[in-house]
């Protein structure tokens, strides 16, 4: 009620000074006063779109930033946190970088489909033979990808027959 009360009192005030004459102080004050709420409703309402765009499972924007891998399982084995500890991901716009303590950093174009049951993603390397197939899913805050090379699987599995990785990320914040 106060914004839109804001928004009629708004082109008064216009009026009133473009014709040399200065509101009277209360009306002034009560208009300064609607301005800040509604600066104040705006900058509310855009960190609730924020928060509700990165909680929302099939926004694609929710994977960005930087991830700390938490659990690697590889052809239905669980990896020895030894072997994945200095692993992490950077989600940039349409690529990711993986970066391992031996391998160095390894840049992937990021190809998303939020819109499939389950999400798909593929991680596809300068090296066209080396592309990555994939689905991902949330988990509260984690981010859970099944990969392997060649068809895309369908489960978040991982076992000795498929050969795929199932990878469990962590935010970084």
């Not at 839109?4 to 216009?14: D, E, H, K, R």
């Not at 000074?17 to 002034?28: A, C, I």
């Not at 692993?87 to 391992?100: C, Y």
């Not at 593929?122 to 859970?144: A, C, M, Q, T």
């Amino acid at each position: 009620m106060r914004a839109t009360a804001a928004l009629f009192l708004v082109p008064l005030l216009f009026v009133a000074t473009s014709r040399g004459q200065e509101p009277p102080g209360d009306l002034k004050d009560r208009i300064e006063d609607l301005k800040r709420q509604i600066a104040e409703k705006k900058a509310e309402l855009a960190k609730l779109e924020a928060d509700l765009a990165r909680l929302d499972p099939s926004n694609p924007q929710k994977i960005q930033g930087k991830w700390r891998t938490i659990e690697v399982v590889s052809a239905g084995a669980k990896l020895e946190r030894d072997v994945w500890v200095h692993l992490s991901w950077e989600f940039n716009g349409k690529s990711v970088v993986t970066v391992a303590q031996k391998a160095g950093e390894v840049p992937y174009t990021l190809l998303l489909d939020s819109s499939s049951t389950p999400a798909q993603i593929d991680l596809v390397h300068k090296n066209p033979k080396l592309r990555l197939s994939g689905i991902y899913k949330f988990e509260g805050e984690k981010l859970v990808i099944c990969l392997r090379e060649g068809t895309r699987p369908r489960t978040f599995d991982s076992t000795e027959a498929d050969g795929s990785w199932l990878v469990t990320l962590d935010p970084v914040k």
